[in-house]
């Protein structure tokens, strides 16, 4: 999957317009729908598409650095560095102030002074020195072994069955952009599967899976194996319980 159909597919799955998300990265939003389009000739360069390409995947929750290796990969690669020489030239020589040596008569005196105060201090605080008498010192009781007493434990509560337990392994074929949640909506992951990457996610009583390649990805749902779960490109939205047949 291209980055412009993975864009597209976060974004959709995010419910978010175009102008929301304009809005939020800044980006026109006729740069956008290029961007979707793989279209990169309005963003002036490989360097500005780069940039484009990290704040919207940055911004939908896509793992950036993932999406900008994946753009240069359908783009030739990482640009070259350009050395600093070639871009700035010095109009003026700049003038380096003369180093002098350090001043070892004053580093000497500061530290003379210094251990003189630690010495003061010292003697001035050992006459008010509070040292406790033997008068003073309580033992700790020991209570013997033999008589010391157990507080009975209470019953330690039952665990849980898992007979509730919904495991998840997702294996990409092809670049997908997925989000796996749990039953109470909690987001577990939030990013693109690179082509031969497996994930495993387990949690209980349901998992919600959002993906947006549905012919990239194999699922296996407890152990079940499942397939793939629509045709390239479509954006597919399934959750399972503990038995994989329950799934939709």
């Not at 291209?2 to 102008?19: E, K, Q």
């Not at 069955?161 to 577990?188: C, F, H, I, Q, Y």
């Amino acid at each position: 999957m291209s980055i412009g159909v993975t864009l597209a597919a976060a974004r959709n799955a995010a419910g978010m317009t175009v102008a929301q998300l304009s809005g939020r990265t800044r980006i026109r939003e006729t740069v956008i729908y290029a961007i979707e389009r793989d279209d990169f000739s309005l963003c002036g360069g490989d360097f500005y598409a780069r940039g484009h390409v990290r704040n919207i995947a940055k911004t939908l929750g896509l793992d950036p650095d993932a999406v900008v290796h994946q753009f240069d990969e359908e783009h030739g690669g990482v640009p070259l560095p350009v050395r600093a020489a070639a871009v700035f030239q010095a109009e003026s020589q700049i003038k380096l102030r003369e180093r002098r040596s350090p001043n070892w008569s004053t580093a000497m005196a500061i530290a003379l002074a210094i251990v003189a105060v630690f010495g003061v201090a010292r003697v001035m605080s050992r006459p008010g020195e509070n040292v406790a008498t033997g008068a003073d010192l309580k033992p700790n009781p020991v209570v013997p072994k033999s008589t010391a007493s157990v507080t009975p434990s209470t019953h330690p509560k039952a665990a849980k069955p898992a007979g509730d337990l919904v495991t998840l392994r997702v294996k990409a074929n092809k670049p997908s952009w997925l989000e796996v949640s749990d039953n109470k909506g909690k987001a577990m992951f939030r990013g693109t599967m690179r082509a031969g990457d497996t994930s495993t996610w387990k949690a209980r009583k349901q998992l919600r899976v959002t993906i947006g390649n549905a012919g990239g990805v194999d699922l296996e749902v407890n152990g079940k194996h499942l397939g793939t779960p629509g045709k390239p490109g479509q954006l597919v939205r399934k959750s399972f319980g503990p038995e994989a047949a329950g799934s939709r």
